[in-house]
């Protein structure tokens, strides 16, 4: 690594512009997804090595131009404008779409005004021939004074030639394209340039009319520039302006180096637009695909799912038996292996779910569903493009409130916020799947399995409830709002199978170390929790139980009562404890303490149920041989006699986590979404009522 | 009353003559509606909005709200300028 040299690289470019496929050629599995500062913007960053200089490639978000109008695009701004950014790239590959170039290159002009060393890209040059385009690449590298390059990213063309142009750019020079600022309005900006002497020229104009952050200017400056934004029908008025005369620019150089014989242009977008957008059709392939995913989901991840909760039951059997007994062993069998396994077996599912979600994206049907249901999705008070985040939704709350961002009203974007937790995600299928499992028979109703039309009507309850209550904050919320939707068709795609990949791996890898540390946490407190208690009960449970037995004058097998020592001393654990002061109020809805103690630790995330149930079960019942189903299944209700999970018990159970708000993470973004706890919190107390009031209706008429 | 984008038949095509600065979001100029350009209608959602529109080489979904901010001139149909008498 001697002398090895870092840059700065920054991709930027319009969305759906293949600017993911280049930054995955660039780095392969080299790159890490974090977070912006403050805000939820994924940062993606990679490197990659270019003989002796080490390359940091920033991945910008996708956006149109840099006038933001989402925190996506101030990001964009930010990094490109602001030298102390620690993301300022020192060369910018600007990603560019050879189907529309004009609209591409419009975000070019901006940014190589900027006065940063800027390299176009051409993406989809493999598509030239067979769209009849062709580029006098040499003359367009000269009207624009920038390395062009020809690029196909997925089917990694031109890839070493734009490294060697990131390296050793063949053109150097800086100066902005062409005088756009005295074109526009010559004595307004010469002033400008009078009033702000340090700063380039285009640099002060973004700042005058886009940057929300001044602090980092005098107090002179911050004056002048707050003087400026006074008459603000002056600035949009020039800012139209600038974008006229950009595109009569573009139009001229086009004019010299693009052509695209019409002739061989084909419809296939057309044809299909046709067909998906259909008024009936394009509601019943809709329809059909939603089916398809979820069918998907269900049956597709069963296999390797009772693979892994089989792996684990056997793991488990088998560290017991060779571990000396002990303390340590007791954490790993009834502590570890549980929650690892907990958090495991989810991942069949959200893979296949992400798999789903990202072909949807990548193929570009996404915008076609947010076209047809605007319409639909308004009498809600959302837009269409609230159908994102409520599909996106069925995985996970979380990437879903984040995609809420491009709603651009705010009314219609906090509604959306404030509902998607409704819609079932991938956390709360372990729990239906094992209740279902318990208490819905394996049969068949008009050739359709019961069970799989129990989680079917989850689905459509937790989508149902979503609607009903958006509809009823529409009515409620006064919020000011002034929304205005613009969405790009983009043309239709076949996936690429690399960016679906790395999409999955990546969403995949966040649940797991994110999600999963909470679960597996939680999961070694709940093991001490169960194995620990009160001395004066919990240290004497041997000499307790004991004298019971003889009291009662029974006669047990050594089993019998290992068994009644265990069920003893979970009683009297903390964990017992807590569950069973918390079980005058669950009582109505049907449960018991130990169903209690899943309740309150899936308060951090809905998925740990199942890991809690596992857990308390193996602390009492040390036959590891049987799966968490199986166990469960065995369990009866003292008070009956019957099995304690029977159809009202599980059905309850189902409503309650169909409705309520159980998941920390969701509240912590909601709230950095929102700016506020005031939004999370009502969400917390709200849905978590609804749910407690229809497990209680379950209940009783269910009894 | 002049046309705008709101009133164009599927499949129907017409120049851009004004769009209401003040009230039309920038971005849909930045994306190319600009005075000038050809806008061709393809087609209406379902419940009538919104609607899919191409210009300038951009394949784009709007509202109706903001369809009838944007004026044209059909070939058959040359009209003077509203958009003025409405800021004024």
Known sequence: MRNSKVITVALVGNPNTGKTSLFNQLTGLNQKVGNYPGVTVDRIEGSCKLNDTICRIIDLPGTYSINPNTIDESIVLDTLINKDNPDHPDVVVVVADINNLKRNLFLFTQIKDLGIPTILAINMADEMDKKGISIDLEELQKQLKSDVVLISARKNIGIDELKKRILNPSITNNESLANFSERIDKDFFDKIKEDFKDLALYKAWLYITQCNDLSIFSKDYQNKIEKLRENESKLSKLQHRETVLRYQFINNILKKTYKKELAKATDLRATLDKILMHRIFGYVIFILILFVIFQSVFSLAQIPMDFIDSTFTKLNTIVKSNLPEGVLTSLITEGIIPGIGGIVIFIPQIVILFLMVAILEETGYMSRVVFLMDKIMRRFGMSGKSVVPLISGTACAIPAIMASRNISGWKERLITILVTPFVTCSARIPVYAIIIALVIPRKNFFGIGLQGLTLFMLYFLGFAAALTSAYILNKILKVKNKSYFVIEMPNYKIPSAKNVFYTIVEKTKAFVFGAGKIILAISIVLWFLATNGPSNTFDKAENIVEKEIKLNNKSLSDTEKQQKLATYKLEHSYIGILGKTIEPVIKPLGYDWKIGIALVSSFAAREVFVGTLATIYSVENSDNEKSITQKLSAEINPQTGEKLFNLPVGMSLLIFYAFAMQCMSTLAIVKRETKTWKWPLYQLVGMTAIAYLFAFLTYTILK | ?88
């Open chain 2, 1 to 88: 009353m002049s046309k705008t984008v709101a009133d164009l038949k599927i499949g129907e095509k017409g120049t851009i003559k004004e769009v209401c600065l003040n009230d039309i979001p920038l971005k849909l100029v930045e994306m190319g509606c600009m005075p000038g350009k050809e806008i061709t209608l393809k087609q209406i959602a379902p419940l009538n909005d919104p609607l899919y529109i191409t210009v300038n080489g951009s394949h784009l979904a709007i509202r109706k709200d903001i369809a009838k901010l944007i004026q044209i001139d059909t070939p058959e149909n040359k009209q003077q300028n509203l958009c003025e008498t409405v800021k004024s």
